[in-house]
């Protein structure tokens, strides 16, 4: 019997890649930077899954060009901001991702970004690779107090109790605004809710972004929100790029509204090397490692490779988006 036939759009750890070449007939792109639309258009005909990142868009086009027997789409992520699921859902389109396994590993993260802004490690890091290390100096790369300090978290989920969990270890005082209301888990961790995002941003020494990419979180940081924030409030960003715009970043950092920026994440991404945010020495940015761990990065694997075996052979994965779609498959 012939083995289902699946797109892998890069290679993924081999602990992940073996569940899904033992299994199926797969074609893996194996190259280091993403297939080029015209290659994923391409190499997505006939076959019945997809394992994708979050570089791929997978939208109505790619799932047209897939053909009738698609039946799973597995994203490599938590983030499914890369896939039109309502496209999915109505062609009956399963799409998996992969939550629960990354979310410690990037509120670690995000936690590094913290840090990282309030005592100005980056740039400290490039004045000694600039030789400018003369001496100690009473009034050099002053930064902040973490300690004692307030942190805003916008979006009490998974990785947003996560982070609050940690600042408690700092004796920070934690606030959050969540959309959905999601109260009781923020009390979970004597997280202090606050009633509108306003209030937030006029409180919160440092504010950190854990909501997805929706139509209604793209650009929900903009100018009107910096002018809410203290001047000295530190943002940071490990969701996704677009929730802050990033013009509106840039003019707030270069006028001293806010203090500074750490973003693990950026609109567009990755970010042109002449890019104005990179001019700023109150921005740090890395490359959207937040779940970049080998345990997490393998876990990930696993548990994309499972998700895409299990659609394929029509039964439902444990972590779906859209298990709705099932009821529009024939
Ligand atoms: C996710 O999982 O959504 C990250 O952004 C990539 O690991």
Same mark, same amino acid.
């Given at each position: 019997?012939?083995?289902?036939?699946?797109?892998?759009?890069?290679?993924?750890?081999?602990?992940?890649?073996?569940?899904?070449?033992?299994?199926?007939?797969?074609?893996?792109?194996?190259?280091?930077?993403?297939?080029?639309?015209?290659?994923?258009?391409?190499?997505?005909?006939?076959?019945? @899954? %997809? /394992?994708?990142?979050? #570089?791929?868009?997978?939208?109505?086009?790619?799932?047209? +060009? $897939?053909?009738?027997?698609?039946?799973?789409?597995?994203?490599?992520?938590?983030?499914?901001?890369?896939?039109?699921?309502?496209?999915?859902?109505?062609?009956?389109?399963?799409?998996?991702?992969?939550? @629960? %396994? /990354?979310?410690?590993? #990037?509120?670690?993260?995000?936690?590094?970004?913290?840090? +990282? $802004?309030?005592?100005?490690?980056?740039?400290?890091?490039?004045?000694?690779?600039?030789?400018?290390?003369?001496?100690?100096?009473?009034?050099?790369?002053?930064?902040?107090?973490?300690?004692?300090?307030?942190?805003?978290?916008?979006?009490?989920?998974?990785?947003?109790?996560?982070?609050?969990?940690?600042?408690?270890?700092?004796?920070?005082?934690?606030?959050?605004?969540?959309?959905?209301?999601?109260?009781?888990?923020?009390?979970?961790?004597?997280?202090?809710?606050?009633?509108?995002?306003?209030?937030?941003?006029?409180?919160?020494?440092?504010?950190?972004?854990?909501?997805?990419?929706?139509?209604?979180?793209?650009?929900?940081?903009?100018?009107?929100?910096?002018?809410?924030?203290?001047?000295?409030?530190?943002?940071?960003?490990?969701?996704?790029?677009?929730?802050?715009?990033?013009?509106?970043?840039?003019?707030?950092?270069?006028?001293?509204?806010?203090?500074?920026?750490?973003?693990?994440?950026?609109?567009?991404?990755?970010?042109?090397?002449?890019?104005?945010?990179?001019?700023?020495?109150?921005?740090?940015?890395?490359?959207?490692?937040?779940?970049?761990?080998?345990?997490?990065?393998?876990?990930?694997?696993?548990?994309?490779?499972?998700?895409?075996?299990?659609?394929?052979?029509?039964?439902?994965?444990?972590?779906?988006?859209?298990?709705?779609?099932?009821?529009?498959?024939?």
């Amino acid at each position: 019997m012939s083995k289902p036939r699946v797109f892998v759009t890069r290679a993924i750890p081999d602990v992940g890649l073996t569940i899904i070449t033992d299994a199926c007939d797969a074609d893996v792109w194996s190259e280091d930077l993403p297939p080029s639309r015209g290659i994923l258009l391409e190499r997505i005909k006939g076959k019945v @899954g %997809i /394992l994708s990142l979050v #570089t791929d868009k997978i939208d109505g086009e790619v799932m047209d +060009s $897939a053909g009738d027997q698609l039946k799973i789409i597995s994203n490599y992520a938590v983030g499914v901001d890369n896939i039109d699921i309502q496209e999915a859902t109505n062609r009956g389109i399963l799409v998996g991702n992969t939550p @629960g %396994i /990354l979310t410690e590993t #990037t509120a670690d993260l995000t936690f590094a970004l913290l840090l +990282s $802004a309030a005592r100005r490690i980056g740039e400290g890091i490039d004045y000694i690779r600039g030789n400018k290390w003369e001496t100690f100096k009473p009034m050099e790369l002053l930064g902040r107090d973490v300690h004692n300090s307030t942190l805003g978290i916008i979006g009490m989920g998974r990785i947003g109790i996560e982070v609050a969990r940690r600042a408690k270890g700092f004796t920070m005082d934690v606030i959050y605004y969540d959309y959905r209301g999601r109260g009781e888990l923020g009390e979970a961790v004597n997280a202090k809710m606050c009633t509108t995002i306003d209030e937030l941003f006029q409180k919160a020494d440092f504010i950190s972004l854990h909501i997805p990419l929706t139509v209604e979180t793209k650009h929900l940081i903009d100018d009107a929100a910096f002018a809410n924030m203290k001047d000295t409030a530190i943002l940071i960003n490990a969701s996704r790029g677009p929730v802050v715009d990033s013009d509106a970043l840039y003019d707030a950092l270069k006028s001293k509204k806010i203090a500074y920026a750490a973003l693990d994440v950026t609109d567009p991404e990755p970010i042109p090397f002449s890019h104005k945010l990179l001019s700023l020495p109150n921005c740090l940015i890395v490359p959207h490692v937040g779940s970049a761990t080998i345990e997490t990065r393998t876990k990930m694997a696993v548990m994309a490779a499972e998700n895409l075996l299990k659609g394929i052979r029509g039964e439902l994965p444990k972590h779906i988006v859209n298990p709705e779609a099932l009821k529009n498959r024939d």
